[in-house]
């Protein structure tokens, strides 16, 4: 932990350093109302305006910082957190519904979005009249905000809180075979069985036609319709991002090919460890077996999960010898059991942070991950959205997470896995050597934003960098023309042959009736 404090205080001062005279003018947009997702954007928009450059950024959790004397952020949060209920986005992500019926779900908040953030007035006046020299803009499969980019005729960069959609990494050049990696939401990678590669492969193919079809034509629409009729078409804006940052760590993502221009972040959101709130660290302390830390993070909230889980859980629990820490967003929790402690809000990396802490009961969230991994708490993972199925299945491999699928689980199940990641060591070793494999990095991941961030701005765009898998077209890339020419040759080839063949059987058929 010295270590960790250490590298931030090397942060507060080397990294946060004024550039002199070249400071930039950058605009940031995070549409997704969401605390996981924005507790990776908000570093970067704090970093940038600490190191001097003047950022405003468009978002519904503004840092809401007055020492940030070079940061303007203009608040979304009613307007979007209104659309991110009324979609229900926690329900129809469910992980038992099938893919196809996400993306267009997405795809149909996000429209919405663009109409609240583009038609924000304050937000109008600033893209209307104002000039910048780098765009940072969250990409959550739609690609809409892009089109700022060829408006304000500035370089941009895509930003997300977890790895890229199959459409990103297209969009960006990503050689994306669906034999090795399908969608973030279907969770196969690396090894696939024939199902799963056929699964992976029509998916693939279902979602360049949803996106070339209809996705990307709506979305173009829309851009048009706030920042005029002129744009370049957006499919066409949008392999033109200058770079996209994901949270796409390789040890807990299986490694894949990238361009030179995707860039890998993770850990964004860590802090340095504080100390408990005295109510919290009292309770924490007295549990004599340990404390059970158990959330579902922010987009799953525990009030929402089935009625049949929920009493499971509970009867679990109550058979535990541990006392429960719950992140419940409710006043009253019927039929509690006497060693749950329940609180609207926790301070979680702080309670990950405990020595008191044994278990860490997830949803698998990303950013809830990359805290036990920080924190180096083993986890119980119930996933239900989203990811999280892909992370849970990708940490109980390595060994630092005991998997339950909710759909199925039994109490006995539930129970057993707390205890049995509580008191085996080999959970928490585990965890330890996982935290030391990401964590080994030459650059941070705040550090790589702001490298990034200002090689874009300084080359006016990373135009020098465009892979040529960005512009190819698909036959070309998967090599249909050269494939269609070699067999058209080996057929033409086959009939000579057959016709020499022919005629020479002929010939001697003659050559024998003459003699
Ligand atoms: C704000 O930006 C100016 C100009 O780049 C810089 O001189 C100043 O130190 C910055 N202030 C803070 C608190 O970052
Ligand atoms: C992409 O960028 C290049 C160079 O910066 C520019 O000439 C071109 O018009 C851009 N295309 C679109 C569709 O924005
Ligand atoms: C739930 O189903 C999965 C596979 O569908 C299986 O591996 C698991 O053992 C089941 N769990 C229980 C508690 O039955």
């Given at each position: 932990m010295q270590y960790k404090s250490f590298i931030f205080l090397l942060l507060s001062i080397e990294l946060y350093v004024l550039p002199g005279n070249n400071a930039a003018r950058i605009l940031c947009i995070f549409q997704m109302p969401a605390v996981s997702h924005q507790a990776t954007f908000k570093p970067i928009s704090r970093a940038l305006s600490l190191r001097g450059h003047e950022v405003i950024a468009v978002t519904?959790?503004?840092?809401?910082?007055?020492?940030?004397?070079n940061l303007t952020e203009i608040d979304t949060s009613r307007a979007t957190y209104e659309i991110i209920l009324r979609h229900g986005f926690e329900f129809f992500m469910s992980k038992e519904l099938p893919v196809q019926s996400k993306i267009p779900k997405i795809f149909a908040m996000y429209y919405e979005f663009a109409h609240v953030i583009l038609g924000n007035e304050q937000f109008k006046k600033i893209y209307q009249e104002q000039h910048f020299d780098l765009i940072i803009s969250q990409i959550y499969i739609s690609p809409i905000m892009f089109a700022l980019s060829a408006k304000l005729n500035t370089p941009i960069i895509g930003v997300s809180s977890m790895g890229g959609w199959s459409g990103t990494h297209v969009a960006a050049g990503n050689p994306n075979p669906p034999a090795l990696y399908s969608e973030m939401f279907l969770h196969y990678n690396g090894d696939l069985t024939f199902y799963e590669r056929l699964k992976s492969t029509l998916y693939f193919l279902w979602s360049r036609f949803y996106i070339y079809f209809i996705a990307m034509p709506k979305c173009d629409a829309i851009a048009r319709k706030f920042l005029g009729p002129d744009l370049p078409y957006l499919a066409d804006i949008e392999r033109n991002v200058s770079a996209y940052f994901l949270n796409i760590n390789p040890i807990l993502y299986t490694p894949r090919p990238m361009v030179p221009t995707v860039v890998p972040l993770s850990f964004m959101h860590i802090q340095p460890k504080k100390d408990l709130p005295e109510d919290i660290k009292q309770e924490v302390e007295s549990s004599k077996n340990g404390v059970i830390y158990f959330s579902l993070g922010s987009n799953v909230k525990s009030i929402n999960i089935p009625q049949r889980v929920r009493n499971l859980l509970m009867e679990a629990f109550s058979e535990l010898p541990y006392k429960i820490l719950w992140k419940f967003e409710n006043e009253e929790l019927p039929g509690k059991p006497a060693n749950v402690i329940i609180r609207k809000w926790l301070p979680q990396q702080d309670v990950l942070a405990h020595s008191n802490v044994k278990v860490f009961v997830s949803q698998c969230g990303l950013q809830s991950t990359e805290e036990a991994i920080d924190r180096e708490i083993p986890m119980v993972g119930i996933p239900f959205i989203a990811d999280q199925e892909m992370n849970g299945i990708r940490l109980a491999k390595w060994g630092v997470l005991k998997y339950i699928d909710y759909l199925n689980t039994t109490k006995e199940e539930l129970k057993n896995a707390i205890i049995e990641v509580a008191e085996n060591p080999i959970y928490r070793e585990n965890m330890k050597k996982l935290k030391k494999l990401m964590q080994d990095e030459p650059m941070t991941g705040i550090e790589k934003v702001i490298w990034w961030a200002e090689y874009t701005i300084r080359h006016k765009g990373t135009r020098h960098l465009r892979s040529p898998t960005v512009d190819i077209e698909w036959y070309k890339y998967f090599l249909l023309d050269v494939f269609g020419i070699l067999i058209l040759g080996v057929i033409c080839l086959g009939m000579l042959v057959r016709m020499l063949i022919k005629c020479y059987i002929k010939d001697k058929k003659g050559k024998v009736k003459k003699s």
């Open positions: 519904p959790h503004p840092i809401n910082d007055p020492t940030l004397v």
